[in-house]
């Protein structure tokens, strides 16, 4: 009965590893979509500031102040 539960016990032991392995890829897949959440955020701003230097830049060029 001795060497049955050694036996379990080693099952086991690989199982609580296997699962730690999933468990951190899991966390390290969630920590990548956030930063890439974070990215996207970060590059729509620079596009909605882009447009707006744009914007005025045109309206100070129709009213002659840059050339």
């Known amino acids: 009965m001795m060497a049955k ?3 379990l ?3 086991l032991e690989e199982a609580e590893n296997f699962i730690k392995a999933i ?3 899991l966390e390290r897949k969630v920590r ?3 930063q890439l959440e974070v990215i996207n955020m970060d590059a729509k701003a620079l596009v909605d500031v882009s447009q707006e ?3 005025i830049t045109q309206y100070l060029e129709s009213i002659g ?3």
């Open 5 to 7: 539960d050694r036996e």
């Open 9 to 11: 016990i080693e099952k």
């Open 23 to 25: 468990k951190h890829g």
């Open 32 to 34: 990548d979509e956030t």
């Open 53 to 55: 230097i744009e914007m």
């Open 65 to 67: 102040v840059v050339a």
